[in-house]
């Protein structure tokens, strides 16, 4: 399919893209707010609920601003390639898990993020340095 007739296919689709999907469609984590989509070969994952879309989107954007050091970047102002995209939403799904003490894999990321909220108050105030030192521990890329 060419890529364009893709791209106007996926906007009029009218779901909420999931800021996760790489994460969930590599297997690192999942979500019970996730549904999965084919669009001609590809697979897409849209969110079911707009109360965690948002929640993910800013959770992802505070990750993104946390990462920085960790990637060897000043300032993410565009798209990150794929594997730092990964280390980036997996590390940080892991390194959230390792904080709240659960040791077990990520199963559900909107399970974990309301966790999460329950334990620090708000997204901003998890404690990122301490999820990107675990991230860079315990994450192992390919």
């Known amino acids: ?5 893709f791209r106007q296919m996926l906007t009029g689709l009218n779901g909420l893209p999931c800021p996760f999907a790489k994460t969930i469609l590599t297997g690192c984590a ?3 707010k996730a549904e999965k989509r084919n669009i ?3 697979e897409v994952v ?3 609920s707009d109360q ?20 060897g970047k000043l300032h993410i102002d565009g798209p990150l390639p794929h594997a730092q995209e990964m ?11 390792f904080v709240l003490d659960d040791n077990e894999e990520c199963i559900d990321i909107d399970c974990l993020l309301i966790m999460a909220q329950q ?12 999820i ?9 890329g390919r």
């Open 1 to 5: 399919m060419d890529e364009s007739v």
């Open 30 to 32: 999942g979500c019970s």
């Open 40 to 42: 001609a070969e590809r």
């Open 46 to 48: 849209d969110c079911t």
């Open 52 to 71: 965690a879309h948002e929640r993910c989107i800013a959770f992802r954007d505070l990750l993104r601003h946390n990462f920085t050091f960790a990637l």
């Open 87 to 97: 280390r980036m939403q997996c590390g940080g799904l892991t390194g959230l898990q």
């Open 119 to 130: 334990k620090f108050g708000e997204l901003a105030d998890f404690p990122y340095s301490k």
């Open 132 to 140: 990107v030192q675990l991230a860079n521990i315990h994450y192992k």
